[in-house]
């Protein structure tokens, strides 16, 4: 019988811990399901707040509520374009020539632009000058264009820089001229004197002041003939594929006839 007594007392005391052990466990259990209980409760207290806030916004009037500020593009009389002068409507283009974005825009979206919007009138396509600060050749290839453009070739010359983005130092920029037979005497004084840098910081400055932060960036409005200035309808930012820039446009064109 002494032998027996050892297992039997250990038995007893498994037995005390499993019971013990149970009850804790048990009222583990017991205050989870409250803590879940308050937070499905202080869930619902919250939806039914919301739901009181939504019905509050709904009913209530809007009188006096600020209006979405209008974007207007000022002295575009003064910016090289492409197309009618009176197309209905007008797409302005703020850009960099060091841009390879802007670069990509050139040669995979502006021809199609091109034949079916400017060429047949119904746009007219406007170009403003961005050089963003990291790109240290973009200000005065601005320049370069414009001079360009004094002797009737700034499209010319437009092309021929994003042709040759990686090549915009000074020299480079003088071989261009040349290749478009440019009056390299005149080209060379108009760059050497900074004619245009105020013309290149005014764009930009209109470009901030509409809301650009990168290039290219795009700007459709109604044209009117008797205002240099356009009001915009829609604004597109990077170089968007072709698709974007047609629906855009076919909407103005619907929504102004």
């Not at 027996?4 to 466990?25: D, F, S, Y």
């Not at 650009?212 to 930012?237: A, R």
Request: charged share 25%.
């Amino acid at each position: 019988m002494p032998n027996l007594r050892v297992p039997l007392a250990l038995m007893i005391i498994i037995l005390l811990c499993a019971l013990t052990g149970c009850t804790q466990q048990s009222q583990d259990l017991k205050d989870l399901r409250e803590d879940v209980k308050a937070i499905k409760e202080g869930q619902e207290n919250i939806q039914k707040e919301l739901q009181e806030i939504i019905t509050l916004l709904k009913t209530r009037p809007v009188t006096g509520a600020p209006s979405e500020p209008e974007v207007v593009i000022h002295n575009t009389d003064r910016a090289p374009y492409k197309g009618d002068k009176n197309a209905k409507l007008t797409l302005i283009e703020f850009s960099d020539f060091q841009c390879p974005f802007c670069g990509r825009h050139v040669s995979e979206t502006l021809p199609q632009l091109e034949a079916e919007y400017i060429k047949t009138g119904k746009v007219k396509y406007v170009f403003f000058d961005f050089p963003l600060d990291f790109h240290k050749n973009a200000f005065k290839a601005a320049e370069a264009a414009s001079c360009a453009g004094e002797q009737g070739k700034f499209w010319q010359m437009h092309d021929k820089l994003y042709e040759n983005q990686k090549a915009l130092e000074p020299n480079d920029l003088t071989n261009y001229a040349k290749g478009l037979k440019l009056d390299m005497t005149k080209f060379q004084d108009c760059m050497d004197s900074d004619k245009y840098s105020n013309k290149v910081k005014s764009d930009l400055a209109e470009g901030q002041k509409a809301g650009v932060t990168g290039t290219p960036s795009f700007f459709l409005g109604v044209t009117n003939p008797k205002d240099s200035n356009v009001q915009v309808v829609k604004v597109i930012k990077g170089a968007q594929p072709y698709a974007s820039f047609k629906q855009a446009i076919d909407d103005a064109l619907s929504a102004k006839d």
